[in-house]
């Protein structure tokens, strides 16, 4: 796939670094140079090739690495893996679908193998080989969406729809922007969503709501999210964040471009189709001020969007008291050019 | 005490109404502290049903966080059933029992503390009520059951923000995010950037 799986650490000694061609790929969220909320949901279709958007579940060199730190927050936290029991059946759609899309898209590292229920899962990078019976958990040495998502990048909710309303009722959520699905499963749509700031008076949850409750099969969607994130932690979660909240009173002007980290959602919904239930993957790509910086026209753009970010979202986002800092060194880079519209850095 | 004024809020937080009779085969009514008062007025609005919606009533009080105990009160209102138990805990199997046992057509009314009425809804929930056949009403202590977001230990009965989680000992700030499944606010450590910086504690949850 012309790259190798790189051997780095999110947490501790914090050896994550982005390649060159990870940099240039990677999913610079702002498509202007402001940002407020929206709901800015688009077809998820194939994008560009070589582009986080190319394939539906993107693969990087962050893949194995990524999985490692899932299973050490597991072995900390069993909490961060659940799902109600009427929740399976979405559980097995979310597995096929991943499977499916997957050997399809990178044939050279997973293969599924199907003769009736009698399925054959072989993930070449991780070293995996599985032969179960599809729809029967007794066959797999996890229930269906923690053994497909332990083998996959990103958070993923499963949400029931029911009473013209969706339902967070399963997910597998290790590297989370400060939620805590221990806490939030069995909500409904505007009650998880309750603690985002300015949203709800703009109608921005009504109408995705809405927007989602016609999601069809067979037509994903996605979106973008972001914040900012100290040091390359893929677990900031609320449950631990006694542990990593400190390090937010540890940047200044020389470590801010080391440790401060633009942390983007990739975001998309998946109508399934046996239970109903619309999938949720929330994919987590880290970038360092540092990196993302080498590429003129986002230097410039982030510059300019955290200057002028509505203060009650960079409190909600966590970095109001480090805003200055990173404005004066994201300044550096923006000379006043105006920037072309889109995410593309070249464009 | 008339019906608790709410400050506006965020969407998770729980919003009460005030009981109004509805027909129904059967009425359970739990209550606790002043929600006791909430009781007696919802039948003093049945007006002339209300010595037929008695026969067909059972009330579960609990006295209240602050030692509020209006059990006569609710006793002389001449109940089919009127129980009273010394905690919620203690009356949990009995409301488990009954809401196993209903009937199509049963109506349940919730009144006291939030603490009580969200633990009760809980179990309402999951006896699989509709949700439609449930009504709800303040009355009494604002105190909180808050869920340590960190070491997941509930502390009952808050009354000021911040406060020490009573399981971990770290310092808690209180959240209106609010929890139907564990029937809890939010707790979450105040002092994780600054450690040792806690405001002092204010008494918002009189």
Redesign the interface.
Known sequence: MGFEFNTETFRNDFTFRNSPRAIARFPFPFDRDDYMYSVNMEPHVPGRPGSVFEHAFDVDEHYLAEMRDRDLVLKEDPLRCQSLPHMEMAGWDLLELIMESKARDYPDWFELHRQGNKWHWINKPMQIEQKFTFLDSSTLPYGPMEYITRQTQGDFTLQDQRDENLWIEAGMVTTQADWSLDFDIGMGFHEWHAPVPLAHEKGVFDRALKFLLKLQHGAPVRRFNWTMTVDPLLDTSPENYPKWGPTRAEITPENVGQRMHLRVELQTLWRLPRSNAIAFPIRCYLIKFDELVTQPKWARRLHRVVRDLHPDLAAYKGFLRNRDTMVAYLSQYDDGAPTSPGWWPED | MTKTVFEKS????PVYDELQPRPGTAHLCVADGEGAEAVCDLFAKAGTAAAEMLARSHIIYVPGPTGTDLFAKVQALGAAQCHRSPSFWAAEPRLRKVLADAHMGLQVYLAGTETLIGLAQRDVIEAGLPHDAVQTEHRGSLSRRV?C??C?GITENVTTDPFTCSHCG?NLFV????????AAF?G??ID????GTVPPAVERFK
Do not use: F, G, T
Not at chain 2, 10 to 13: A, E, L, Y
Not at chain 2, 175 to 182: A, I, N
């Open positions: 965020i969407r998770s937080r869920q977001v960190h997941k770290l959240r209106d995010h609010y929890s139907r499944r564990l939010q979450v450590n994780a950037e600054d450690p």
